[in-house]
């Protein structure tokens, strides 16, 4: 898929598919220079997460084991509550285990926050978190993101396992949509 099945729903590409495949591989060489020896458990965030978890994976040399949560943030209207909910947990026991959460974007950080806590809580031997993406919002809270692939703006992003009302995810850059989409 490209810009032109999309017709005129994108207004603005802010990482083009290019971008993305570059910095993916910057992050994973982080990724295995920092967990040399160690045996990593990778653990996607349903659903957005899908598309960086694939590539990411493929990018790394390390071998890793993949595992899926799904949650859901209560709140009110599109802001997170920091409230969680799990609707599918993990098959993985986390006794001992180096976790590193892979998520598509922080924007609170109030979902990541609980999440890094209630896996912490599960006796891991670490718990280390990789975005994609990050807003300006997610700088403020006190939550120690050990890989960010971008910095975007405070504006709402579809693409790239990013959704609005569950499409768009198989867009493969991430950009703003125009606003008669949301009309
Ligand atoms: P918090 O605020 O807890 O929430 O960090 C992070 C989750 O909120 C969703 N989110 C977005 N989803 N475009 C989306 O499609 C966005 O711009 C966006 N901002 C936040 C996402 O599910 C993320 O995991
Ligand atoms: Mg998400």
């Given at each position: 898929?490209?810009?032109?099945?999309?017709?005129?729903?994108?207004?603005?590409?802010?990482?083009t598919?290019?971008?993305?495949?570059?910095?993916?591989?910057?992050?994973?060489?982080?990724?295995?220079?920092?967990?040399?020896?160690?045996?990593?458990l990778?653990?996607?965030?349903?659903?957005?997460a899908?598309?960086?978890?694939?590539?990411?994976?493929?990018?790394?040399?390390s071998?890793?084991?993949?595992?899926?949560?799904?949650?859901?943030?209560?709140?009110?209207?599109?802001?997170?509550?920091?409230?969680?909910?799990?609707?599918?947990?993990?098959?993985?026991?986390?006794?001992?285990?180096?976790?590193?959460?892979?998520?598509?974007?922080?924007?609170?950080?109030?979902?990541?926050?609980?999440?890094?806590?209630?896996?912490?809580?599960?006796?891991?031997?670490?718990?280390e978190i990789?975005?994609?993406?990050r807003?300006?919002?997610?700088?403020?809270?006190?939550?120690?993101?050990?890989?960010?692939?971008?910095?975007?703006?405070?504006?709402?992003?579809?693409?790239?396992?990013l959704?609005?009302?569950?499409?768009?995810?198989?867009?493969?850059?991430?950009?703003?949509?125009?606003?008669?989409?949301?009309?």
């Amino acid at each position: 898929m490209d810009q032109n099945d999309l017709g005129t729903d994108i207004e603005k590409v802010l990482v083009t598919e290019a971008q993305i495949a570059h910095r993916l591989t910057e992050m994973a060489s982080d990724i295995d220079r920092d967990y040399q020896g160690r045996d990593v458990l990778l653990v996607g965030v349903l659903k957005g997460a899908v598309m960086v978890m694939a590539d990411l994976a493929r990018a790394l040399h390390s071998r890793v084991r993949m595992d899926w949560m799904a949650v859901s943030s209560y709140g009110s209207g599109t802001k997170s509550s920091g409230v969680v909910r799990i609707l599918k947990d993990l098959d993985t026991d986390l006794k001992d285990q180096h976790v590193l959460i892979v998520e598509d974007i922080i924007d609170s950080g109030l979902t990541l926050s609980w999440l890094l806590s209630n896996l912490r809580s599960r006796g891991a031997a670490s718990v280390e978190i990789c975005t994609l993406l990050r807003k300006p919002e997610a700088v403020k809270v006190e939550l120690d993101v050990r890989y960010v692939g971008f910095d975007v703006p405070n504006e709402f992003v579809i693409g790239y396992g990013l959704d609005y009302a569950e499409r768009y995810r198989n867009v493969p850059f991430v950009a703003t949509l125009a606003p008669h989409v949301y009309q």
